[in-house]
């Protein structure tokens, strides 16, 4: 077995080398439920090599069409969970030396999970779809409050950080996008990209950057109220 990694100096542990052992799961929608079972798993993970573990806490997006159900994490929340069984596996993760890093989806959930605002709007002016099924969420819309949220609730538990799929920068026309827009640079949202007048391009460009970083800002604020030590 791997000892835990060395706390001798004032380097942080995310700027060492370290190995990432990503999405240990094996594709159903279930998790481990002994804890002799589980421990052994861990175990197993360290003999491996591996100092932290990229975790998932939604097994839906193995379930049906599209990507995740909003109501299915495996951790504790205002919004809605299956159980708690990151509660479960922290602490046998840690007393091994194993550091967990959770993967929090940002972009990709079911038609039917979130109201129809949460998406994104194509110029069409229909909802966006992405890997063949399932919505892809704005994340500028009331999505970014919802996950403000629930990274508060994740930074509850000593996790070690969390790992962002997501947000993305895309062309969106969702009401929310658009009265963004108009706020901000006191006109109306271009109907395309290729029919954006040059004395808005540079005003566009920073409008669609603005839309991932910001979501990150609000979702490490969220993380960090209880958590001031995870990264993202």
């Known amino acids: 077995m791997r000892k835990p990694m060395s706390s001798g100096d004032n380097t942080p542990w995310w700027q060492k080398p370290i190995a990432i052992m990503a999405h240990a799961c094996d594709f159903r929608p279930q998790t481990e439920h002994s804890l002799p079972a589980t421990e052994r798993l861990i175990r197993w993970k360290r003999k491996a090599g591996f100092d932290v573990e990229h975790l998932l806490v939604n097994f839906s997006m ?49 038609p039917d999970t979130f109201p129809p605002d949460h998406y994104v709007i194509a110029a069409n002016g229909r909802p ?34 969390v790992f962002l799929d997501g947000p993305v920068k895309d062309n969106c026309w969702c009401t929310h996008c658009r009265a963004a827009f108009k706020d901000g640079f006191g006109g109306e949202l271009p109907d395309n990209p290729s029919a954006c007048p040059p004395s808005l391009q540079a005003d566009y460009e920073a409008f669609l950057a603005g839309m991932p970083v910001e979501y990150i800002e609000a979702f490490v604020s969220g993380l960090r109220r209880h958590h001031p030590d995870a990264v993202v």
């Open 128 to 161: 966006k779809v992405i890997y063949g099924d399932g919505g892809e969420i704005c994340c500028r819309g009331p999505f970014r409050a919802w996950s403000e949220k629930m990274a508060e609730d994740l930074g509850r538990y000593p996790i070690d950080g």
């Open 62 to 110: 193995f379930e049906g069409r599209g990507g995740e159900d909003s109501r299915a994490y495996c951790f504790r929340n205002f919004h809605g969970y299956r159980e708690d069984w990151l509660g479960r596996y922290l602490p046998l993760a840690h007393k091994h030396g194993l550091r967990i890093i959770v993967y929090f989806n940002c972009h990709w959930f079911k």
